[in-house]
């Protein structure tokens, strides 16, 4: 059951950060680890959600012919407490 939560928050998550992408003229991309990334340089990235699991967040960079693009990936939200 929590797995299935889990699940539910990401997909609802990807697509909440896809409707408020920092650059509304790149299209968010799915990061694809087979991918060879062209980041010259890196613009920003987005906080991560204060929760406890994986949430996602948005790096927008520029490739090395200075066109922008706005990749998302999963990180460990910062609300998880060691104790």
């Given amino acids: ?5 889990i699940a539910l928050l990401l997909a609802l998550g990807g ?3 896809q409707a ?3 650059d509304e003229t790149a299209q968010v991309e799915a990061y694809n680890a087979a991918a060879q990334a ?4 890196v613009v920003s990235i987005s ?9 996602p967040v948005q790096m927008t ?3 090395s012919n200075g ?3 706005v990749v998302q990936y999963q990180v ?6 060691n104790g």
């Fill in 47 to 55: 906080e991560a959600a204060n929760q406890c699991g994986a949430v």
């Fill in 67 to 69: 066109a922008r693009h």
């Fill in 38 to 41: 062209d980041i010259a340089h």
């Fill in 61 to 63: 960079y520029e490739d």
């Fill in 1 to 5: 059951m929590k797995l299935a939560r």
């Fill in 20 to 22: 408020f992408a920092a």
């Fill in 15 to 17: 697509i909440g950060a």
């Fill in 76 to 81: 460990m939200g910062s609300g998880c407490s």
